[in-house]
């Protein structure tokens, strides 16, 4: 089993959408909760950064974290068509030196 | 200001070749790690360093994957006697390092990556 799990899709909404993407885990030690967008040949870039339990919101982005179901999510309020990509989300703990683990992506579509 | 490079872009070669990836983190990050991303594996971690040390090696997966990192810059992945299960995209990333000496999870500038295919 892999220590975060994340459904691959690919998913398909129409735009204006809210988007609810998730990430399961396994480590209890994991602290800092990461979601990263990745465009097409390109490298991932940072969304949103949570670290422990609790809520986040950054314009149409909301980050949950429910560490005692280790559990996590990234709603995308009014999809756009430019949100299209690979969404990633990754998680560290303290000592780990920064080492991120990653689920294996979510693939979305928004069409317009 | 200049993000992290990586070159080469791409890279094929064939079944046995020693690959050498290069990576230039961002000026005045301490920290810089390398992540492979199979077709359907999600992004796994190789190895990262502080400055020129590597505390963690632990993704690795043979040991014929090693890498350098000098004058706390420029890094180097090299991967000898290639095989086609290598075949994949290598992902550089670097951040600060905290004021406690410790590289907490702090956002991480990744590059545009080196797709790699052994023939």
């Known amino acids: 089993q892999k220590e975060v799990e994340q459904d691959p899709g690919p998913l398909s909404v129409p735009e204006g959408a809210i988007v609810s993407l998730n990430c399961t885990y396994s480590?209890?030690?994991?602290?800092?909760f990461m979601w990263y967008r990745q465009y097409s040949r390109k490298g991932p870039e940072l969304l949103m950064y949570t670290y422990s339990s609790g809520n986040k919101e950054d314009g149409r982005f909301t980050a949950q974290v429910d560490k005692s179901s280790k559990y996590i999510s990234l709603f995308i309020r009014d999809s756009q068509p430019s949100d299209s990509a690979t969404y990633l989300c990754a998680m560290s703990t303290y000592n780990q030196g920064g080492k991120l683990i990653f689920g294996q992506g979510t693939e979305l579509s928004v069409k317009p | 200001g200049a993000g992290v490079s990586q070159s080469p872009s791409n890279k094929v070669t064939e079944k046995g070749k020693d690959v050498e990836l290069r990576c230039d983190p961002i000026s005045g990050h301490t920290a810089l790690y390398w992540y492979r991303q199979s077709l359907g594996q999600g992004l796994e971690f190789l190895i990262y360093?502080?400055?020129?040390?590597?505390?963690?090696k632990s993704g690795l997966p043979s040991d014929r994957f090693s890498a350098e990192r000098t004058g706390g810059s420029v890094s180097t992945l090299t991967i000898q006697r290639t095989q086609q299960e290598d075949s994949a995209v290598y992902l550089c990333?670097?951040?600060?390092?905290?004021?406690?000496?410790?590289?907490?999870?702090?956002?991480?500038?990744f590059g545009p990556g080196t797709r790699l295919t052994v023939l």
């Open positions: 990333a670097s951040s600060f390092l905290d004021r406690g000496g410790w590289v907490m999870a702090d956002t991480q500038y």
């Open positions: 360093f502080q400055g020129n040390s590597a505390p963690d």
């Open positions: 480590n209890s030690a994991f602290q800092y």
